[in-house]
């Protein structure tokens, strides 16, 4: 059974950092295209990262800078650094092997995993 499940999130102060990871099982996706992506409480979920397969990444606006992401393919796992922190960043993060639709960056799946909720408050 295919399945990628999120991890590392969790309460943490504006400028405050966390790194998630996304463990796939069930399959390799090493030689796909891996993104993050996120949903706050009310809002229609967004993409965050993507990291190739050739390990280049593209960001979202409003977090170049300040997340980063990577995988290990001998390990079957994709990481997102986020630092700086901000209250707009509260969601719940997702991972999802990705491809370009239109110039937009969308899950390849239609199901996702559980995800991991990060909150951002002081």
């Known amino acids: 059974q295919v399945q990628l499940v999120e991890s590392g999130g969790g309460l943490v102060q504006p400028g405050g950092s966390l790194r998630l990871s996304c463990a796939a099982s069930?399959?390799?996706?090493?030689?796909?295209?891996m993104g993050w992506f996120r949903q706050a409480p009310g809002k229609e979920r967004e993409f965050v990262a993507v990291?190739?397969?050739?390990?280049?990444?593209w960001y979202k606006e409003s977090v170049r800078g300040r997340f980063t992401i990577s995988r290990d393919n001998a390990k079957n796992m994709v990481y997102l650094q986020m630092n700086g922190l901000k209250p707009e960043d509260t969601a719940v993060y997702h991972c999802?092997?990705?491809?370009?639709?239109?110039?937009?960056?969308?899950?390849?799946?239609?199901?996702w995993g559980p995800g991991t909720r990060v909150t951002v408050s002081s």
């Open positions: 999802n092997p990705v491809w370009q639709v239109r110039g937009t960056w969308e899950s390849r799946v239609s199901s």
């Open positions: 069930g399959r390799t996706y090493n030689n796909y295209d």
């Open positions: 990291i190739k397969w050739d390990s280049s990444a």
